[in-house]
């Protein structure tokens, strides 16, 4: 009698684990000798009738569930850190729409904080660049800056230029317009090259890396001196050596030197429009903009590559010419797909947006 009475009960405890199983279930120790167990309902129908609620308007039975489940998700061991930040931040996010839903800015910023110190501290790039860009957004829907601009502007030297972007539409949409204005045209200055002490390091064109590397191997093999020998052959009319010469005194910050070299790898290979800018590139640098300017009205029909009107635009900018508008929309008309492009689309954006 007592195996037959045994062997029920451990027939049911088998059916009532099998039902835990099917179940969504959690078992806790609450004792050594004690387990509870919780059967809980589907996440997942827990989030969709969070959804509902807050599609229905119904944002504090919502904000109610998707807490739950972002504690849940937080304390789950069995998820992975990858699984986990996603979680979190699709709960947190849908709070913060709920919170935006009621009209509370402020709510809804500290659950877009929040996120933002999770991708930092977990270093999660990608939660850290979402959590700014729901953050600026949420400032332009509620015309508001506080908050968002201090938390951007202590990050700005980290910021990609598409946040820079929303920071100055942030700044003009508060009503700073000035501030804004200023954060367009530090993204503008930074495109137009690399800087040193606070200067534009304008580029220079000349002989292609590839090219030059094995011509000057293969005169210091011949001459001790380069300089001597490449103004032998430039003055047999070698257009190479000509430029090369241009080149190494632009690199000297010889400018005067530089231009007269130019000048005259300019009278050797007129056909290349390009040594035509970098002459207006040496006025540019010897504070001659008037000059360059001329020059960039005598040869910006010639340059016709993607490549060729952003350097085209990139120079009128650093003559302050207005050139660099019509460089920019043809290179934007005629390669809209190409890097140099969406550049040009970019700076022309910027241009719009800082009243230039």
Same mark, same amino acid.
């Not at 947190?92 to 800015?105: E, I, L, R, W």
């Not at 200023?182 to 090219?211: D, F, N, R, T, W």
């Given at each position: 009698?007592?195996?037959?009475?045994?062997?029920?009960?451990?027939?049911?405890?088998?059916?009532?684990?099998?039902?835990?199983?099917?179940?969504?279930? %959690?078992?806790?120790?609450?004792?050594?000798?004690?387990?509870?167990?919780?059967?809980?309902?589907?996440? %997942?129908?827990?989030? !969709?009738?969070?959804?509902?609620?807050?599609?229905?308007?119904?944002?504090?039975?919502?904000?109610?569930?998707?807490?739950?489940?972002?504690?849940?998700?937080?304390?789950?061991?069995?998820?992975?850190?990858?699984?986990?930040?996603?979680?979190?931040?699709?709960?947190?996010?849908?709070?913060?729409?709920?919170?935006?839903?009621?009209?509370?800015?402020?709510?809804?910023?500290? !659950?877009?904080?929040?996120?933002?110190?999770?991708?930092?501290?977990?270093?999660? *790039?990608?939660?850290?660049?979402?959590?700014?860009?729901?953050?600026?957004?949420?400032?332009?829907?509620?015309?508001?800056?506080?908050?968002?601009?201090?938390?951007?502007?202590?990050?700005?030297?980290?910021?990609?230029?598409?946040?820079?972007?929303?920071?100055?539409?942030?700044?003009?949409?508060?009503?700073? *317009? %000035? *501030?804004?204005?200023?954060?367009?045209?530090?993204?503008?200055?930074?495109? /137009?090259?690399?800087?040193?002490?606070?200067?534009?390091?304008?580029?220079? +064109?000349?002989?292609?890396?590839?090219?030059?590397?094995?011509?000057? !191997?293969?005169?210091?093999?011949?001459?001790?001196?380069?300089?001597?020998?490449?103004?032998?052959?430039?003055?047999?009319?070698?257009?190479?050596?000509?430029? /090369?010469?241009?080149?190494?005194?632009?690199?000297?910050?010889? +400018?005067?030197?530089?231009?007269?070299?130019?000048?005259?790898?300019?009278?050797?290979?007129?056909?290349?429009?390009?040594?035509?800018?970098?002459?207006?590139?040496?006025?540019?640098?010897?504070?001659?903009?008037?000059?360059?300017?001329?020059?960039?009205?005598?040869?910006?029909?010639?340059?016709?590559?993607?490549? *060729?009107?952003?350097?085209?635009?990139?120079?009128?900018?650093?003559?302050? +010419?207005?050139?660099?508008?019509?460089?920019? !929309?043809?290179?934007?008309?005629?390669?809209?797909?190409?890097?140099?492009?969406?550049?040009?689309?970019?700076?022309?954006?910027?241009?719009?947006?800082?009243?230039?």
């Amino acid at each position: 009698m007592r195996v037959l009475v045994s062997g029920v009960l451990v027939l049911t405890f088998l059916l009532f684990c099998a039902g835990l199983a099917r179940a969504k279930t %959690e078992v806790v120790s609450e004792s050594p000798r004690q387990l509870k167990v919780i059967i809980a309902e589907d996440k %997942e129908k827990r989030e !969709q009738k969070a959804d509902g609620l807050k599609d229905a308007g119904q944002f504090d039975a919502a904000i109610e569930i998707y807490a739950a489940l972002l504690k849940d998700c937080q304390e789950d061991r069995s998820l992975s850190e990858e699984a986990r930040l996603r979680l979190i931040s699709q709960y947190t996010g849908k709070m913060a729409a709920c919170y935006q839903g009621k009209g509370d800015y402020d709510k809804a910023l500290e !659950q877009y904080q929040f996120l933002l110190t999770v991708g930092e501290e977990r270093g999660s *790039e990608a939660m850290r660049r979402s959590a700014l860009m729901d953050m600026g957004k949420l400032a332009l829907d509620f015309g508001r800056g506080d908050g968002v601009i201090e938390i951007f502007e202590r990050r700005r030297a980290q910021l990609r230029y598409d946040l820079l972007i929303l920071l100055g539409d942030i700044y003009k949409k508060a009503g700073r *317009e %000035e *501030e804004g204005q200023q954060v367009y045209l530090s993204i503008l200055e930074a495109h /137009l090259g690399h800087h040193h002490q606070g200067k534009v390091l304008i580029p220079c +064109y000349g002989v292609p890396p590839e090219q030059r590397v094995p011509l000057e !191997q293969e005169i210091l093999t011949k001459a001790p001196d380069l300089a001597s020998e490449l103004k032998k052959r430039a003055e047999r009319g070698d257009a190479q050596a000509q430029l /090369l010469l241009g080149e190494l005194a632009w690199e000297q910050a010889e +400018y005067e030197a530089a231009l007269i070299e130019f000048r005259k790898a300019e009278a050797l290979t007129p056909e290349d429009a390009m040594i035509g800018l970098q002459v207006a590139r040496t006025f540019i640098a010897l504070g001659r903009d008037e000059e360059a300017v001329e020059k960039l009205k005598a040869i910006g029909a010639l340059l016709t590559s993607p490549g *060729e009107l952003l350097e085209l635009g990139t120079t009128c900018q650093l003559a302050g +010419y207005d050139g660099a508008r019509p460089a920019f !929309q043809r290179l934007w008309a005629k390669h809209p797909d190409a890097p140099e492009g969406k550049e040009a689309h970019l700076r022309l954006c910027l241009m719009d947006k800082a009243g230039l």
